[in-house]
């Protein structure tokens, strides 16, 4: 998962929430009046606190499908529900030599490609219906702008601003009809899922800290002479 080392947020499904809240906090993002879900992973920039030295996601815990995925991508054509799948060849897990084939001597999909397909698609529909959900939420009027005050190691005040969270007594003052049919169709449950994550903000700040202090006591120059990287600002 080194590819995810720089990654401090990432886009999550509405059927994904229920298992990732138990982990992350997960909020709403909005780009150019679109809204969508995403599970934060860290309070600094390209800082995700889930990926270890050994760049591994941590053990037991939930990975995002958009984790997953990689080092697969399912990209739009113009012509109506046709894709194509990208790989990114920059992948350290793809080779020539050992591993399970995309393709087959007939140039046939491979049973790998063909179970990527069905994740890839699947994940795209789910990716959708968030959508359509997310947008609804929105026209609802229940997201509201939230900010994420926390203390660094050094006792500074810091802050996360720039996403979007329901508030609840707008939730419960939701109309009948809509309250029915969330309830029926499991919308509701991903609605306080979502609440009951930003619980989580706590812990990845203490994260976060646990972080800092590692960094701030780690030689400023390795022994071969490169400078280590060092903690940008949260944005």
């Known amino acids: 998962h080194g590819f995810a080392l720089q ?6 499904a509405m059927e994904e929430v229920p298992e990732a809240a138990l982990f992350y906090p ?9 809204y969508a879900m995403s599970a934060l992973l860290g309070l600094r920039a390209q800082h995700n606190l889930f990926v270890g030295a050994d760049r591994h996601w941590l053990p037991d ?3 995002p499908a958009h984790i997953r995925r990689y080092p697969f991508a399912l990209a739009e ?8 799948i990208c790989v990114d060849e920059g992948c350290v897990g793809l080779g020539e030599a050992d591993g399970q084939p995309l393709f087959l001597d007939d140039a046939a999909e491979g049973p790998l490609l063909a179970e990527v397909r069905t994740f890839l698609l699947n994940l ?3 990716f959708v219906r968030s ?10 009027g229940l997201l509201t702008p939230r900010t994420l005050t926390w203390t660094d190691h050094q006792g500074v005040a810091q802050e996360l601003t720039g996403f979007y969270a ?15 049919r969330w309830m029926s169709s499991g919308l509701m449950a991903v609605a306080w899922a979502h609440l009951l994550s930003l619980g989580h903000a706590r812990t990845l700040a203490a994260r976060q800290k646990l972080a800092d202090l590692a960094a701030a006591a780690a030689p ?14 949260a944005v």
């Not at 054509?77 to 194509?84: G, H, P, R, S």
């Open 166 to 180: 329901i508030d609840e007594e707008r939730l419960r003052a939701l109309p009948a009809e809509v309250t029915q």
């Open 7 to 12: 990654t401090n947020s990432v886009p999550i």
């Open 124 to 126: 795209h529909h789910a």
């Open 131 to 140: 959508t359509e959900w997310c947008k609804e939420v929105a026209d609802l």
């Open 26 to 34: 997960c909020v709403f993002i909005e780009r150019e009046g679109t």
């Open 61 to 63: 815990t939930y990975v």
């Open 220 to 233: 400023a120059t390795r022994a071969d002479g490169a400078e280590s990287l060092t903690a940008q600002p």
């Open 77 to 84: 054509t113009q012509a109506a529900d046709n894709f194509l």
